[in-house]
């Protein structure tokens, strides 16, 4: 069936860069999105990346797409204290479906 | 612009009563949805509407009813709580299904226990 995995926890120093990965299993996946959740928070569209593309940039984010190994991945460069949050990994399916993944808890120590 | 708004932001149930969580949106948004979120697991769906006076099921829809009387509005409601729906619930709307028109803008949650 239609599955979106994440790692659960990440722990960056402030000013490293962080890698959140994602894998997902339907291989007509339209759309691939990253969303945010602060604490106490609804989620939150980060940045998305279209299934054609292999990659997209957006100021301190960078969205790499591999579709062949169905492989996505955000990196926050010069992450910051501000950026802990839980980061949702979701898919928009070829049956007009979201699926979202776990979550991804990033920690940022100072 | 108040986006979507969910009214309660947290409630304690006793096992068997019931309760309405409410979801108002002010987008003008056709696509509405429910969803839980549980420690471990992703946001997993529960009712959908697609428009004023329609829902449908989602991923998990047992135990809980919807109805969309008014395009802004979306409840939720269970009518007799156990202790397996002790969940955080968000409610998010979209202003459609493809591509980008389907951003779904989600409100803050309301943190619910059942005992």
Redesign the interface.
């Known amino acids: 069936g239609e599955d979106v995995e994440q790692s659960l926890f990440l722990s960056v120093r402030e000013g490293d860069s962080s890698v959140i990965n994602c894998t997902y299993t339907d291989s007509s996946s339209t759309y691939l999105y990253w969303y945010k959740q602060e604490p106490g928070a609804g989620l939150q569209l980060l940045t998305y990346i279209f299934s054609n593309m292999d990659m997209k940039q957006d100021q301190r984010l960078t969205v790499l797409l591999n579709k062949k190994d169905k492989h996505l991945s955000l990196r926050i460069a010069d992450t910051q204290t501000g950026d802990s949050a839980i980061y949702f990994c979701a898919e928009r399916t070829g049956g007009f479906k979201t699926i979202f993944g776990a979550g991804t808890r990033l920690f940022v120590k100072a | 612009n108040a986006g979507?708004t969910q009214t309660p932001k947290f409630r304690v149930l006793k096992t068997g009563q019931s309760m309405t969580l409410l979801c108002a949106q002010d987008m003008n948004h056709e696509y509405m949805y429910w969803?839980r979120q549980d420690p471990?697991?992703?946001?997993r769906?529960i009712h959908y509407s697609v428009g004023e006076g329609t829902t449908a099921k989602g991923e998990v829809p047992d135990g809980y009813n919807v109805s969309r009387l008014k395009k802004q509005n979306f409840l939720l409601g269970l009518e007799s709580a156990a202790p397996s729906q002790t969940s955080v619930y968000?409610c998010?709307s979209s202003y459609g299904?493809?591509?980008?028109y389907?951003?779904?803008f989600?409100?803050?949650?309301t943190r619910l226990t059942v005992l």
């Open positions: 979507v969803y471990g697991m992703g946001l769906l968000f998010a299904l493809a591509g980008l389907n951003e779904q989600f409100g803050p949650g």
